[in-house]
């Protein structure tokens, strides 16, 4: 069974970085990209960024280009996203997916 564990959220102030991890298990992770997606409040979920499986092609949504960062481990099965100068409107919960599955999310709050 596909399972995804994200980590790292927290509280920072606009202009504070966070690094975000997701966690997979039970499938293949190196044969899949991987998307990292957004819930802000009371908004429906947003892709922020895809990795491809090598990890050599990368997309971002223009929100967050520029900022944001997408890489992935394929020996330890995690992806992560590196965030930077972070903004107000980035608050959201965070999740990860891929092939339909979603983790628990992990909450990022921009607030000074």
């Known amino acids: 069974q596909v399972q995804l564990v994200e980590s790292g959220g927290g509280l920072v102030q606009p202009g504070g970085s966070l690094r975000l991890s997701c966690v997979a298990s039970g499938y293949t992770f190196s044969k899949y990209a991987m998307t990292w997606y957004r819930q802000p409040p009371g908004q429906a979920r947003e892709p922020v960024a895809t990795?491809?499986?090598?990890?050599?092609?990368?997309n971002y949504a223009d929100s967050v280009k520029g900022r944001f960062t997408i890489s992935r481990d394929n020996a330890k099965n995690t992806v992560y996203l590196q965030m930077d100068n972070l903004k107000p409107e980035d608050t959201a919960v965070y999740y990860c997916g891929v092939l339909g599955y979603w983790g628990q999310g992990t909450q990022v709050t921009v607030s000074s």
């Open positions: 990795i491809s499986t090598a990890g050599s092609s990368t």
